[in-house]
């Protein structure tokens, strides 16, 4: 008999190319749509919409096409910590604790009590081995790669799930679906958090569960430039919605936040992207995670990024104390954010990470 696979189905290109790859090699494929977030009447959320393309794409697969409601689960485990940890003034990813604790732990969990052998995804991303020894390895296609975005998952989770784009580019997975005549071929790809829409203004909605609490801007030499509206409201490195282009005096270049005074209610900012203020070469972490239930030998020298996107960086582990990495970069790093991940790579093996402190 062939293995039951049970694949998350988004109702974007990517999880109905993963479907129908797997349906392809012959597995006993299955697709489930996840509702997570409840937004009702709301412009900005695409929940209907996704739906309707998820059982389009089932449906052309010739595939059955379960749904559950994850909407408790979403707001107890990642939108709560979400807006704790704003309040704390710091800047979460809620997309890495979306993986860990709904993709694969609450749909994982789901889909096992459905009988399935194993969940698959469109994440771009790969693993190997098997049975509790698995690895976490980067996708093909380096300017997709999301290992970054799973770096918490355990070895239960990574041995139960199947990433079958891992091998392919993006403009590979939309020919597919184009070639199948899968109507999602053409779909563009979501961005941002799920529950704030691309659309909405990010400050707009966190005003909706925070006071604004204004303030002074001032340089780092000191010096008044503007007022905010609260702290909680930027993020380490953010260059637009400031508010104070074209200051008397300062050069035509970009202003971007360096810091957070919370005692005085204090944004400070640096002038141009490659103000040294904006950079540096040591970090800690904590809430520490390795894949393989073990960090690596210390010191450790390793590769990391700070977010995604950015190029791996090349860095060492030097400590790890009371669960706090202390982390040394061979070079300035742009922005570590606290709240963020800083995920560590050696070569192409995603070997976990930490939030930035």
């Not at 109702?11 to 509702?35: R, T």
């Not at 009702?40 to 052309?60: F, I, L, N």
């Not at 997975?173 to 941002?192: F, P, Y």
């Not at 093996?349 to 930490?354: K, N, Q, R, S, V």
Request: hydrophobic content about 35%.
């Amino acid at each position: 008999m062939p293995k039951r696979v049970i694949v998350g189905l988004s109702g974007g290109v990517d999880s109905s190319v993963a479907a129908h790859l797997l349906k392809e090699q012959g597995y006993n494929v299955e697709c489930l749509f996840m509702k997570n977030w409840d937004d009702p009447g709301s412009e900005y959320c695409t929940t209907e919409q996704d739906y309707k393309d998820a059982v389009r794409v089932s449906d052309a697969i010739g595939v059955p096409l379960y749904t559950v409601n994850f909407v408790d689960e979403y707001r107890e485990k990642v939108f709560s910590y979400f807006l704790d940890e704003y309040k704390a003034g710091r800047t979460p990813n809620p997309d890495i604790l979306c993986n860990k604790e709904i993709k694969f732990k609450a749909f994982l969990d789901y889909a096992m009590d459905l009988g399935a052998d194993f969940i698959a995804t469109g994440h771009y991303a790969n693993r190997s081995g098997e049975n509790y020894s698995s690895k976490l390895l980067k996708g093909l296609d380096k300017n997709k790669d999301q290992s970054y975005f799973l770096y918490a998952l355990n070895q239960k989770q990574l041995s139960k799930a199947s990433f079958p784009l891992g091998g392919k580019t993006k403009q590979e997975v939309r020919s597919i679906a184009q070639k199948h005549n899968l109507h999602t071929h053409d779909k563009k790809d979501s961005t941002g958090i799920c529950f704030i829409g691309e659309q909405r203004h990010f400050i707009t909605f966190l005003k909706k569960y925070f006071p604004e609490n204004p303030g002074e801007i001032r340089t780092i030499d000191g010096r008044i430039c503007g007022s905010h509206d609260g702290l909680i409201f930027y993020t380490i490195g953010q260059r637009k919605g400031l508010g104070i282009g074209g200051l008397q005096g300062s050069e035509d270049l970009p202003w971007y936040v360096a810091d957070k005074d919370i005692q005085n209610n204090e944004l400070i900012v640096a002038q141009g992207r490659e103000n040294p203020a904006l950079y540096t070469t040591q970090i800690q972490a904590s809430q520490l995670h390795w894949i393989s239930e073990n960090h690596p030998d210390l010191p450790a020298s390793l590769s990391a990024k700070v977010r995604y996107r950015q190029q791996d960086q090349q860095c060492t582990i030097n400590s790890i104390d009371d669960g706090t990495a202390t982390v040394a970069f061979d070079k300035p790093v742009f922005a570590a954010t606290p709240g963020q991940s800083v995920v560590f790579y050696d070569n192409d093996i995603c070997l976990g990470g930490g939030i930035i402190q």
